[in-house]
């Protein structure tokens, strides 16, 4: 490949990657100060323009108290209160509306310019429309709480943030097949383990989605225990038990506070095994595995006991990102 273009699909990577984890960052905020539902229309060209002025500001208020979460929860609030929360959620969608732009306009440049295959052409495609994609989903989410419930679908949510991070994956993906030739584990037993303990982060990211859109991190503040046991088996009365273990937050918040424990366990264990059979290529990539998951357990922890204080919740939803990317890294 042409050096140039390498440079030039290397910097459009990156910039992707690195918009896209910004919007996790301000994505966490907007939720975590419930702003996300100040906005009650999408408008892809002309909402990037704020409410310009008193009368504008008025008509948007006007707009989001007819919404169920103003009249239910939020029927105190004044304009100055709906401004702060308007802020985080405006943030985010230009955040949005520029990470298209920069997935979709140096695309052109590859198609129209560069000398690349065609199917290479068609693979780099898939990122403006993945992008283009968490676009439409973010507003399918939003749209779930507009009508009756004043809260967002928490699958809704966990999709949302899951596309989030197969836009930073697939982006880290191209990224690392541009410049590493030789993989970073070479024993195939343990890739595989690697793969499933990778596919059981996913499962426990998406448990995290869950918990942060059911609120499951607002009761049962201690650890390991939930209050007086491990696992308070009258949750299971509250339906059968697929409904359950998927809709009930303390359920939900079991569920991703001990998947990510059996992830690390599991990470531990694999850099023991790798270093009694003497593999020392694999060593660094596993040991950097446990370390980060070892420091996110331990940030799931603190926001869990801290009643999820802001600043560790979003330190926790960014660094299961930066996890995750090191799990990309691992498995090139």
Known sequence: MNKNIK???????????IFTSVMVLVGGITRLTESGLSMVTWRPITGILPPLGSEQWQQTFMDYQKTPEFIKKNSHMTLHDFKSIFFWEYIHR??????????LMPFFGLLFFSRLPGRDKLKYFSLPVLVGGQGCLGWYMVVSGLVDNPNVSHFRLAAHLLMAFLIVGVGLYFLFDLHIKKRKIDSLKIRTLVKGMFVCLVLQIMYGAFTAGLKGGHGFNTFPKMGD???????????????????????????????????????GCLFVYNFKRHRKSSAPILGSLFLALTIQVGLGIATLLSFVAIPLAVAHQLFALAVFSLFIYALR
Request: hydrophobic residues 70%; aromatic residues 20%.
């Open 7 to 17: 440079l030039y699909l290397s910097v459009w990577l990156i910039f992707i990657v």
């Open 94 to 103: 230009v955040l949005g509306r520029l990470t298209g732009l920069v997935a």
């Open 229 to 267: 046991a491990f696992f308070p088996l009258e949750f299971l009365n509250s339906g059968s038990f697929m409904m359950v273990i998927v809709n009930h937050p303390f359920v939900v918040q079991f569920m991703h506070r001990w998947l990510g424990i059996l992830v690390w366990v599991f990470a």
